[in-house]
């Protein structure tokens, strides 16, 4: 499978969201990719204090999705879009999962807030497997993937090939230049990308904004927990690469015995 990790510059507005959404889509489906992640809550943007975002309602959020299966049907690319969502109990922070035809095949709510979230969303309740091409993957959304990983595991217990990991590290106006993939000296987020791949012998998928000063970049490890390929630190564009999913076995994820570990 041809996957396609997208590192957009932080949105301006919903408008200018989906702009850059059209804009990296066309140039992942022009180099072949079929599908497409987008960064966590991209529209209306991840609620960060020194950011202006956009204040997004129902009616917004449904118009967005909308023009989202559009852009994928145009395309005939799978897309991952990170984004708030209504419910009636209360608003869920979600990557959409749209086929290549434009058809919405459902969502991931992230269900492991972050502390600093409680008051933002409600926790979602439930974890799901998508298919897309006959490749079943699954998302963790930013916390869930960093701090989590039964729920990584949980995916590639489920035959998962990829685990997709949209997520927002970083900053446009303090921060460190990073300058090599996975340093020491690095925030530990890159090296948790590396173990959530390795411990369950999947592919690892993270995409993240084009900030000033990015704490992690958007990239593709490979089920040993290598770096496959990564986006320049801090460069907008999309970052496509041709994955064998043969390689992505979940032999150390299904070796893993949950019954030693249950509660009594």
């Not at 990296?24 to 599908?35: F, N, P, T």
């Not at 984004?83 to 999962?97: K, S």
């Not at 998508?130 to 039964?150: A, L, Q, S, T, W």
Request: charged residues 20%; aromatic residues 10%.
């Amino acid at each position: 499978m041809k996957v396609a990790i997208a590192c957009p510059p932080f949105p301006k507005s919903i408008d200018d969201g989906l702009s850059q959404v059209d804009k990296l889509v066309k140039e992942a489906a022009k180099q072949g990719a079929e599908i497409i992640c987008f960064p966590e809550s991209y529209i209306p943007g991840y609620p960060a204090k020194e950011f202006e975002v956009e204040i997004s309602s129902p009616q917004k959020m449904n118009a967005a999705l909308n023009k989202a299966c559009k852009i994928a049907a145009e395309n005939h690319i799978a897309i991952i879009l990170p984004m708030d969502w209504y419910t009636p109990a209360g608003i869920l922070n979600v990557a959409q999962v749209i086929s290549g035809t434009g058809e919405t095949l459902g969502f991931q709510a992230k269900t492991q807030l972050d502390p600093t979230e409680d008051d933002i969303w409600v926790p979602g309740t439930e974890r799901r497997i998508f298919d897309v091409n006959g490749v079943k993957f699954g998302i963790v959304i930013c916390h869930e993937g960093f701090r989590y990983p039964e729920l990584a595991r949980w995916a590639a217990r489920r035959d998962a090939k990829i685990v997709f990991h949209p997520h927002f590290v970083g900053s446009n106006i303090n921060g460190t230049e990073l300058t090599e993939w996975g340093n020491k000296n690095n925030p530990y987020y890159e090296r948790a990308m590396m173990m959530r791949a390795m411990e369950n012998t999947v592919f690892f998928a993270s995409s993240n904004y084009a900030t000033r000063y990015p704490e992690s970049a958007s990239s593709i490890i490979g089920p040993d927990g290598h770096c496959l390929a990564h986006q320049p630190y801090g460069k907008p564009g999309v970052l496509v690469m041709e994955i064998d999913t043969d390689l992505a076995t979940g032999l150390l994820a299904k070796r893993f015995k949950p019954e030693l570990y249950a509660d009594k």
